[in-house]
């Protein structure tokens, strides 16, 4: 009672925002800010990290391709000085800090502007909003705490002669966005080895950990919100409006586009599977509830003619046939044991059991 009351007062609080405020909304609060900046063309490479973005150099985008990437989105000042240093829109800087965990896109006459939900995989999964800002000389990445999918172009950008350390800016936003598909689609793909694991032993045991099929299915919802949008966004960065990226990226973004539409099938299709399985477990279940009753009710059947005989010889009548017998009780066993043998052997004729 006490967390939906939070939630709704963090909801109320959230909507009394006026528009353009730099709250951050997600969940690392206490990260503290950290810049990484790549500086490189061709011949030459620095790497820096700073504290402060005051400390970076005034001539960025002069014979340097930049890549500035920002961890931590606590600090409001930070975000407006990255605003007023790079013209962003104040609207841009607000979806930066008030996360949503869903992909979009966003073109002004300067720059471009990238909305993701980052997610890899290590010892857990990982889930990140991150906001990726293409301008002319300079790549912007904000994300919420350390650790990326970034590290494989940071190696290529150590790498003298690479491609990324030759091309525009542009190319190494194409690079960045092909990340954050790849890494969405290598859990997915994991997410769908454990069903077929799971699967193949409902086959062959009969065997479902519904459980752990929930835990897998709110992954594959989490998967299905940082891929399904990037259709949309795709298209946009391929559309004739978009004037930041160069033309030579765009069989690059096709590629992506490709995967990603692989990828939504494939999210269906696992999530279909949960689905199935699902059904079957109920159907399980129902069946050996079924089989439950059919025992139960064998059983009643059963004494239901001993209990009549119990019942009317139990009567405190004085004269009843038999009573005084000597062998009274023993007649009253053989005729219990004729009754039960018959009924059974009544039962498995009709293929009850």
Known sequence: MKKKQNER????????????????????????????????????????????????????????????????????????????????????????????????????????????YMMYRDTQIHHESIAIFLLQGVILSFQEYPGDVFDPIRERLHQSGSRVRESKEDYLYY????????????????????????????????????????????????????????????????????????NEIAP?????????????????????????MNQSNMAKLSNQMNNIMKVLTIFSAIFIPLNFLTGMYGMNFLHMPFLQHPYAFYGFVLASIAIVTVLISYFKRKNWF
């Open 9 to 116: 007062h963090h909801l109320a609080q959230v909507e009394a925002r006026a528009p353009g405020s730099l709250v951050y909304t997600g969940e690392y609060k206490d990260v503290a800010t950290q810049l990484e900046v790549y500086r490189f063309n061709a011949e030459e490479l620095t790497v820096e990290m700073l504290n402060d973005p005051r400390e970076l150099p005034e001539d960025l985008g002069e014979n340097f391709i930049t890549w500035i990437n920002l961890t931590g989105l606590n600090d409001p000042e930070v975000i407006s000085y990255f605003g007023e240093r790079f013209g962003l829109h104040e609207m841009h800087l607000e979806d930066i800090v008030q996360v949503n965990h869903h992909a979009k896109v966003d073109i002004s006459d300067n720059y471009l502007m990238s909305e993701h």
């Open 252 to 276: 690059y973004i096709k590629d992506i586009d490709d995967h990603v539409n692989q990828s939504i099938v494939e999210v269906g299709r696992a999530l279909d599977t949960i689905e199935n």
């Open 175 to 246: 690079l960045m966005v092909d990340r954050l598909v790849d890494e969405a689609i290598a859990v997915l793909k994991d997410l769908v080895f454990q069903l077929d694991d799971m699967e193949r032993l409902m086959l062959d045991e009969s065997q479902i950990d519904m459980r752990r099929a929930y835990e897998i299915k709110r992954e594959l919802l989490n998967v299905k919100a940082a891929i399904y949008p990037l259709d949309e966004l795709m298209s946009m960065l391929l559309s004739e409006q978009n004037h930041v990226l160069g």
